[in-house]
């Protein structure tokens, strides 16, 4: 039994009106709650938005700074709900605190951020010759960090490999917690890539496979975007030119392209950006000034749906102090919830020093509905954090 006169039941219907925090403490006190707490249908309905107590996901950023910890680790951006908000500032930003000091005291310092993927966070520790010498995967969460070298050819100065985080919510991941995969564009021929993989159970990289596909020489210009075992790179040529989107398959071990669409492109790489859906689709973004072109593949056959043109020119105006803001750079984007992460900025930044340019304001645009709002970071270096709470929820064991 639970320990005191009321039957599970009805503590169950006190938890699912509380908050977050309680459920988790709730949920680690005894074995009939936390069955009835790891139920799917319990856990759905805590997760039900916008009234339920627990945010299915929460995407701000994260600074693992030493410093942070008395000013405050995790900025939550998005959802700006009331049950996100108490979560964020009463649970998971001391959780993280707490998180970041053992971290700390583990062998962190030196490291900074390649990327962050389902509640994992991607680091890299650099010699003074800016070549690698060690990589780490990190969960805020738990403290947990495992420590491995880079790929045995990373250290010659003519490769280099970008780096994609796969972890169990990808359902391509089995025995491990996450897998890394390494890949360089720099094949033994044209139209190559050279692949590595490392489980987390192993902590040793697999041999080399190349994988062929369509084209020339290419670099990578944007990260990747990951649709279960398909990862997608935005690549362009040597002249920041000819874009064009490199696929590699992890489970069949093969690559292939896709082709962008003919029309709608900026100048230059930065603006474009992919991410994929809530749904599992893929999604192109394309910024010019601040109008935003968003597009959908549809599939293989279909190609891409052009699905709106976001002008942010007005609400962006209104939400910046400075009236010389004409640029917007996407700094991140959420998977599970959709959403995009803009910086605004001016083109000519550092001939308007004397103007007190806003260099801290990101905008939240929910691509589907086109709202907007403003969110606040305090530091340039913070990380993109996004991390699945349905999914932590729904992966709790009984006991």
Not at 31 to 56: H, M, Q, Y
Not at 84 to 111: I, M, Q, T, W, Y
Not at 292 to 315: E, F, R, Y
Not at 369 to 374: P, S, W
Request: glycine content about 6%.
């Amino acid at each position: 039994m639970c320990g005191c006169s009321l039957p599970a039941e009805m503590l169950l219907e006190i938890v699912a009106r509380s908050d977050a925090a309680t459920l988790v403490r709730c949920a680690a006190s005894c074995k009939p709650l936390r069955r009835g707490i790891v139920n799917p249908a319990f856990i759905r309905r805590v997760c039900r938005e916008p009234d339920g107590i627990v945010p299915p996901s929460l995407l701000g950023f994260i600074d693992l700074n030493p410093e942070a910890r008395r000013k405050g680790i995790f900025s939550l951006a998005h959802p700006a709900t009331p049950a996100a908000a108490s979560f964020s500032e009463k649970h998971l930003a001391p959780l993280l605190s707490r998180s970041g000091a053992a971290a700390a005291a583990g062998g962190l310092v030196g490291f900074t951020s390649l990327e962050s993927r389902n509640g994992l966070v991607l680091l890299n520790r650099l010699r003074l010759s800016r070549m690698l010498d060690r990589l780490c995967v990190y969960d805020p969460m738990t403290s947990n960090c495992t420590f491995f070298p880079g790929p045995p050819d990373s250290k010659c100065r003519f490769v280099s490999y970008e780096y994609v985080l796969l972890t169990a919510a990808d359902g391509i991941v089995a025995s491990s917690s996450f897998l890394l995969l390494a890949a360089s564009f720099s094949g033994p021929m044209y139209g190559s890539l050279k692949v590595r993989t490392m489980p987390s159970d192993r902590c040793t990289w697999s041999p080399i496979t190349v994988a062929s596909y369509s084209g020339q020489r290419r670099r990578q210009c944007g990260g990747a975007a990951v649709i279960g075992s398909l990862i997608h790179w935005l690549t362009c040529d040597d002249n920041d030119r000819d874009f064009q989107i490199v696929t590699y398959d992890v489970c069949t071990a093969t690559a292939g392209s896709v082709q962008l669409p003919l029309e709608g492109l900026p100048d230059q790489c930065s603006n474009i950006h992919l991410t994929s859906t809530p749904d599992g689709g893929l999604r192109l973004l394309v910024v010019d000034k601040l109008t935003i072109s968003v597009w959908l593949l549809s599939g293989s056959a279909a190609g891409w749906t052009h699905q709106a043109m976001i002008d942010t020119k007005a609400t962006v105006r209104s939400m910046v102090r400075s009236s010389n803001t004409d640029m917007l750079q996407i700094v991140a984007s959420g998977v599970k919830s959709g959403v995009v992460l803009l910086r605004p900025f001016s083109r000519n930044y550092f001939d308007n020093l004397e103007e007190d340019v806003d260099t801290q304001t990101i905008i939240v645009l929910d691509v589907d509905t086109k709202e907007t709002r403003k969110a606040k970071r305090c530091n340039m270096l913070y990380i993109p954090y996004e991390v699945d709470l349905k999914a932590r929820l729904l992966a709790m064991k009984t006991f």
